[in-house]
């Protein structure tokens, strides 16, 4: 029988996705975001994957949760550093601002992963990128990192708390 059967209190599974790739500077925001996240007093579970440039290749490791929430650094037209949080629904709506992830809009991307399978409730944490060229991250967003972290963790507690 599954984890909490009998009690009625199901563990929820949330799946962080970071896209990106290292080498492209600001573009590698959520493998950092990723890395450095540390769950803390949420009552859920943390799947963690790597989705590179495509974020079908997370599948096979987020396929059984209950919600997934994609970090990436997304060209959205806001000062660099900003952060955006959506929900799927909202998604398709930014696109009309010419909101952009790896030559692909958002809505598309995230879209996919559910077609081929991805969890049910989707959020995408956004990041403005200050440059897409060099080895690491801008210091812009380097010194933005406790503030993405902080509110990543608020967005799991939400999320876990709406779904159980």
Do not use: W
């Amino acid at each position: 029988m599954p984890e909490g059967f009998l009690t009625g209190s199901m563990t929820v599974k949330i799946a962080l996705v970071a896209l990106g790739r290292r080498g492209n500077g600001d573009d590698a925001i959520g493998i950092e975001i990723l890395e450095r996240f540390k769950a803390r007093s949420v009552e859920c579970e943390i799947v963690k994957a790597y989705g590179g440039a495509k974020p079908t290749n997370a599948l096979e490791k987020i396929g059984a949760c209950d919600a997934m929430i994609i970090i990436d650094a997304a060209t959205m037209g806001e000062a660099p550093g900003a952060m955006k949080i959506l929900d799927i629904n909202e998604i398709v709506f930014a696109t009309e601002n010419e909101m952009t992830f790896h030559g692909v809009d958002s809505a598309t991307e995230v879209l996919m992963l559910q077609k081929f399978g991805g969890p049910p409730h989707a959020k995408l944490f956004c990041i403005e990128p200050f440059s897409l060229e060099g080895d690491t991250l801008s210091s812009t967003l380097l010194s933005r990192m406790p503030n993405y972290l902080e509110a990543l963790h608020e967005l799991v507690e939400r999320l876990s708390r709406s779904i159980s």
